[in-house]
């Protein structure tokens, strides 16, 4: 198995507070991973690492082969055209309709319309969302925005796809469908990393966890494997 | 490519449409800005205009007594011609000028109806040779001529000319400096503007660097915004411009044809539009630029 992302001795401060002290991880392609750990433990800022929405103050990170600690911002938007990432607060344009914004991914990198359209009807549709494809976000409810987030993180086939909280003001019923489209990415080669505090859901759905607390890893468990 | 381009253009019209209020203040003001300054250019351009015209014409008019008779129109004819400081001569008969002052009277030539007679008298109105450059050697030229019997009269406009030419370069001046400030102003505007529009765009201009848009492709849509509002701006001046001198045209026509003897005013012609508007779309583009740089510091 190859990894996919790897953290030698990471560490992260915020004005020299620590967030995360001395991080060693390796999480391998086609992996589903939950990351799970109290609010404040560090979880966002992990995953922010790897999109490289933040930089290490100390260590390496490696992404898919590549080292990205020191990765010029030039090259950052290309970087992450590889990545999908459902945030915390979905970060959707509340001005742009559900289709504009799943399309957003595939704009910038300057598809053709037809295609774009396929390509936006066919995710909107997997995710259950079809009849909501001309809404905007803030007529939508808390689980359909979640989906349209999903939606525009797998629009471009990210080889890895970060979730932070994906489920967390929803109720388990909803929770659930969501964990079965993440379980369906899965199942076609992408590498899931779903950050949570819900540890309980984490052992649900699967046996890979990475469990951390103040800005420390505590284990990595890999249940299945044992 | 050609797909990224069209998404940014379009995207710059939906964005104006979104942020209306700002993008008519940046328009109005461009447009204000190009009013005053295309006006000034086209006073400027006529002004101009008159003041060759002016220099190329007569320069003396020397007007004959009434009892002269052709011999000594003949005569004076031969002496104004034989100084070295005459280039060209062109006579003015007396029914001529009566026929001028009558156009000149126009429909109030009732006044003119009492006389019988012709009260005016011949002239000759004179070129002199460009060594004659200032009014003491035109009043040496003036003295020379009347002393000629059949002479009455002889009249000389220079130093009026020379105090159009002193104005000409005054109005000139200020309107380059009028002009100047007022671009500076628009362009503050316009970068104003466009910091106005990057703040209330933070988000979506987050948004869109966190799912892997260059800033290239973020700046582009504002730039084509800036250089819009600087292209409306500039039609909208060159609209209201064009209207009022339509319709100032004929009245300022006729009056200038009168007193000026300048019988085509210049206005805006179609080179000079698009050179306009060229010139609001570069203060667009300048304007946004600046504003632009904003947007490395969003942080995403
Ligand atoms: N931008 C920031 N500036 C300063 N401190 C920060 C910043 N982001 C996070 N922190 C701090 O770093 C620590 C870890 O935060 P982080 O957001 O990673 O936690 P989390 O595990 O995602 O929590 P939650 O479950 O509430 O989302 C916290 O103490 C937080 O206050
Ligand atoms: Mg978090």
Redesign the pocket.
Known sequence: MHAIIEFHNVSKC??S?P?LSDINLTINKGDFVFLT?P????????LKLIFLSERPTEGEIIVNGVNITRMKSSAIPHFRRKLGVVF?DFKLLPGKTVFENVALGLEIIGLNRKLIKRRVWQVVKWVGLLQKIDSYPPYLSGGEQQRVAIARAIINNPMLLLA??PTGNLDPGLALEIMKLFKAINTRGTTIVI?T?NRDMAETFSHNIVA?SH?RLLEHSHLSAS | MFNKILYCIKTAFRNMRANFGLNVLAISTIALTFIICITFVVVLTNAAALKTLWAERIQMIVYLKRTATPSDVERARRLIESLPEVRSLHFVSRDDALQQFRMMLQGQDSILEGLNENPLGHSFELRLSPDIKDDEQMAAVAATLKKIDAVDDVEYGRAWIERFSALFDILKITGIVLAGLLFLFSLLIVNNTLKLLLTSRRDEIEIMKLVGATTAFIKTPLCIEGMLQGIIGVAIAILVVSLAGLAVREPLQHLMALYAGMHRLIFLDPLSCCAFLALGAGLGLAGSLCAVGGLEEIHA
């Open positions: 915020y004005n507070t967030a750990g609010s404040g433990a560090g979880k966002t800022t992990l915390q932070d909280e950050a505090h951390l800005g």
